[in-house]
C-alpha cells in the first residue's frame, strides 16, 4: 500500500483543515488507518483512527471533539476534518495503514505517507 498525505496548510488559530490520506497498490478496505503528527523537537504522537470499515474510530484527548476521521473505501481516501485549530496543533500529519495496529502504537503500522505540514499560528 502506498500512502500519500495532503491538505496541509498555514491557518489562523480557530481555523479548519481536512487532510487526505489517498491510498494506491492495493485495495483500502482492510486496513486500519491511522493519523499520527510529529510537532518540531517532539515525538510523533496518535491523533486519530479509523477501523477498516469506519465503523468505530478513537482520537486523542487533545484533539477529540474537533477532529473528525471518516473514509471512503470506493475512493480509497481516509480524511481528517480538523476544525477549532489551536497552534499546538501544528506539527507534520501522517497517515498510516496496517492489518492490525495497536490503534495508538506508530511502530506498529506497516505502511506510511510521506506527512503533510500543518501550521497553525495564533
Known amino acids: 500500500v502506498q500512502l500519500q498525505a495532503s491538505g496541509g496548510g498555514l491557518v489562523q488559530a480557530g481555523g479548519s483543515l481536512r487532510l487526505s490520506c489517498a491510498a494506491s497498490?492495493?485495495?483500502?478496505?482492510?486496513?486500519?488507518v491511522g493519523w499520527f503528527r510529529q510537532a518540531p523537537g517532539k515525538e510523533r504522537e496518535f491523533v486519530a483512527v479509523?477501523?477498516?470499515?469506519?465503523?468505530?474510530?478513537y482520537y486523542a484527548d487533545s484533539v477529540k471533539g474537533r477532529f473528525t476521521i471518516s473514509r471512503d473505501n470506493a475512493k480509497l481516501t481516509v480524511y481528517l476534518q480538523m476544525n477549532s485549530l489551536k497552534p499546538e496543533d501544528t506539527g507534520v500529519y501522517y497517515c498510516?495503514?496496517?492489518?492490525?495496529?495497536?490503534?495508538?502504537?506508530?511502530?506498529?503500522?506497516?505502511?506510511w505517507g510521506q506527512g503533510t505540514l500543518v501550521t497553525v499560528s495564533s
Open positions: 498510516a495503514a496496517g492489518r492490525s495496529p495497536y490503534y495508538s502504537d506508530y511502530s506498529s503500522y506497516n505502511y
Open positions: 497498490g492495493r485495495t483500502l478496505s482492510r486496513y486500519v
Open positions: 479509523s477501523s477498516w470499515t469506519g465503523g468505530s474510530t
